[in-house]
Nanobody
Framework: VQLQASGGGLVQAGGSLRLSCAASGRTFSGYAVGWFRQAPGKEREFVAAITWSMGNTYYADSVKGRFTISRDDAKNTVYLQMNSLKPEDTAIYYC???????????????WGQGTQVTVSS
């Protein structure tokens, strides 16, 4: 499955962005779809995930209450709505698909190219 991430950009602190992850080649059926982020000099970290079959959602503590992950079955697309953005949210955001474990990069076999999110103070 090929993943295409989009929607990143430059936003002021307190603002919002919505990231999209579209799949091609096959559907997300049977997979969990996750968002990870990597800031300069830091490890790639888990942000949020959704299971395609049940729609269960998972979030890192740092984004709970601010970010929402959702899916559109018809478009085979996963979204990450990011509100109340903070400068520390600045990173390259990657979407990925896999069978788990949910919160680990090891749980994902397919990765998109990443989209830059920059939050200015």
């Amino acid at each position: 499955v090929q993943l295409q991430a989009s929607g990143g950009g430059l936003v002021q602190a307190g603002g919002s962005l919505r990231l999209s992850c579209a799949a091609s080649g096959r559907t997300f059926s049977g997979y969990a779809v996750g968002w990870f982020r990597q800031a300069p000099g830091k490890e790639r970290e888990f942000v949020a995930a959704i299971t395609w079959s049940m729609g269960n959602t998972y979030y890192a503590d740092s984004v709970k209450g601010r970010f929402t992950i959702s899916r559109d079955d018809a478009k085979n697309t996963v979204y990450l709505q990011m509100n109340s953005l903070k400068p520390e949210d600045t990173a390259i955001y990657y979407c990925a698909a896999g069978t788990g474990p949910i919160g680990s990069t090891r749980g994902y076999n397919y990765w998109g190219q990443g989209t830059q999110v920059t939050v200015s103070s």
